[in-house]
């Protein structure tokens, strides 16, 4: 069983900043890549940002620039650094990782998700 443990939400002022984190634990093979999306109230989920195993990075325009993402490898963790926050960014962000689990060589990957975190930006 696997498990996506987020934390790091919260209630910042346009021009703030913010870091999530998100943790995979559970019977892990390998967690190939990670990422966050985020829901505002009445819109659909979509990609903030990605980053694969080896490192390459992907990011919504609305974010480049403000935006990074990073991981650790060692211990099944991704973070997303928000800097200069504004309101449109208020939404739930959710942390997603694909994941290879089982034993060698019934191998298999699987989508995850996480409970989600409230980020809200006033202003």
């Known amino acids: 069983q696997v498990q996506l443990v987020e934390s790091g939400g919260g209630l910042v002022q346009a021009g703030g900043s913010l870091r999530l984190s998100c943790a995979a634990s559970?019977?892990?093979?390998?967690?190939?890549?990670m990422g966050w999306y985020r829901q505002a109230p009445g819109k659909q989920r979509d990609l903030v940002a990605a980053?694969?195993?080896?490192?390459?990075?992907n990011f919504a325009d609305s974010v480049k620039g403000r935006f990074t993402i990073a991981r650790d490898n060692a211990k099944n963790t991704v973070y997303l650094q928000m800097n200069s926050l504004k309101p449109e960014d208020t939404a739930v962000y959710y942390c997603?990782?694909?994941?290879?689990?089982?034993?060698?060589?019934?191998?298999?990957?699987?989508?995850?998700w996480g409970q989600g975190t409230q980020v809200t930006v006033s202003s």
């Open positions: 997603n990782a694909d994941i290879t689990i089982g034993d060698w060589p019934r191998l298999r990957r699987n989508d995850y």
């Open positions: 980053i694969t195993s080896g490192g390459s990075t």
């Open positions: 559970g019977s892990i093979f390998r967690v190939n890549t």
